[in-house]
């Protein structure tokens, strides 16, 4: 798109000063917002053509997966996958092991090319220099340098990332993750959970849009779990993206807005965690006994009237859902890791 902005026009309409402006491609108003401050407070008025190249589509997804096939020989690791993630979602990946999900996440970083398929993240070639500035990573197994303190770390990223954060940004990422104190602490004499937030605090380095985490609370204690899940709010509050890839359903289940199940190298289930829940019946607590009910929520006021007409004195009712632990358990047919 081409801006015409006219300032200070003359009384009878004509141009006093005709400053042109390019604007490549309008995907955020930021851009247009840069461009015209050099008016600072003036008056102006802007005109605007398009031009054939111009091209003004939908804002990408921040990770999106078509057709992702991957094979090593004989054995197929992933057997045509689609999957996305947007803007400022909590994507849970879930499968045993050998269901694909590190070879996916490896094809997202660019560390694997796929077979077949196609992986972009925020409509970049999975791989290429502007997808990997896009995205940070936390592997599930990591190591640093045990000699080197956490700011010394996250200045180490900073150099290997190119960014230029500074002092500042290791300060706010430390907080991040609870350990402003620790700056000044080697690594090696640190607990295995506080290990664990420092790697996610690496992986923020340079501000990634994408945030992709291996089993990030693995070695976490509940306290510890809590701050990560806390995090990941604030993350999705920011408008981050995180793909998270966990075994423990119940954290998936608390934070993510939606699950992806794998299992040998499809998907076999998606949606979001209330949406795959079915319901179980009504549980009825009497004061002749304790019963399961056939029903849903909507008829939980039918089955009270029922009980109460009959001489029953009512205590308790809950409506019962299956949790993402039974999803799971159906979906992969009961195959272990």
Known sequence: MRLGVVIRGAVDGRTLFRRPLCVQRLAAL???????????????????????????????????????????????????????????????????????????VKIACGLVRPSAGDARVWGARAGSGPARRALGYLAELFRFPGWMTADELLLLHQRLSGSAGGERERTELLELVALREARSRRVETMSKGMQQRLGIAQALVGTPRLLLLDEPTSALDPVGRRTVRTL??????????????????????????????????????????????RA???????????????????????????????????????????????????????ETS
């Open 280 to 334: 179980r019946g009504i549980e009825l607590e009497t004061d002749h006994a304790k019963r399961v009910v056939e029903g849903t929520r909507d008829d939980v006021p039918r089955i009270v009237a029922e009980a109460v007409a009959a001489g029953e004195q009512v205590y308790g009712v809950r409506v019962l859902t299956s949790t993402l632990e039974d999803v799971y358990l159906e979906a992969v047919g009961g």
């Open 30 to 104: 930021e851009r247009v917002e840069a461009r015209l401050r050099l008016l600072r407070d003036g008056a102006f008025l802007v005109t605007s053509r398009h031009e054939a190249e111009c091209t003004l589509g939908a804002v990408p997804a921040a990770l999106a997966v078509r057709g992702l096939a991957k094979r090593y020989g004989s054995i197929e690791a992933l057997g045509g996958v689609d999957l996305d993630v947007k803007e400022g979602e909590l994507v849970g990946l879930l499968g045993p092991n050998g269901a694909g999900k590190s070879t996916l």
């Open 232 to 277: 990941l709010e604030e993350l999705r509050r920011r408008g981050i993206s995180v793909l998270l890839n966990s075994h423990l359903l119940s954290e998936v289940e608390l934070v993510c807005d939606r699950v992806v199940i794998l299992l040998g190298g499809k998907v076999v289930a998606a949606g979001a965690p209330a949406d795959l829940a």
